[in-house]
């Protein structure tokens, strides 16, 4: 499966964006799916969410009540909407998709198989 971050761009604080992430070659319907982010000089970190099976989602501390984890109907296309933004936003923004998986794997980076290229945020203060 391929996937293709977008959405992307920059947003002054308090501002909203919403991300997309489109598959191909594989629905994402049944799979988990995941948002990352790498700001510079900092390792790649959790951001939010979503167990196939179940539909629940899971987010990080610094980005619940704020952000949001989608999927569409088809199961093609994972969203991240992002609304109060703050400068500590700023990063470049993977999606991720991979099996089922358990709650404790929700959160790790190496649950996930398949990933997109990243999509840059920019949140001025």
């Known amino acids: 499966v391929q996937l293709q971050a977008s959405g992307g761009g920059l947003v002054q604080t308090g501002g909203s964006l919403r991300l997309s992430c489109a598959a191909s070659?594989?629905?994402?319907?049944?799979?988990?799916v995941g948002w990352f982010r790498q700001a510079p000089g900092k390792e790649r970190e959790f951001v939010a969410s979503r167990r196939g099976r179940d539909r629940m989602t899971y987010y990080s501390d610094s980005v619940k009540g704020r952000f949001t984890i989608s999927r569409d109907n088809a199961g093609d296309t994972v969203y991240l909407q992002m609304n109060n933004l703050k400068p500590e936003d700023t990063a470049v923004y993977y999606c991720a998709a991979g099996r089922n998986g358990i709650t404790s794997e929700m959160r790790r980076a190496r649950h996930y198989d398949y990933w997109g290229q990243g999509t840059q945020v920019t949140v001025s203060s």
């Open positions: 070659g594989r629905t994402l319907s049944s799979g988990d």
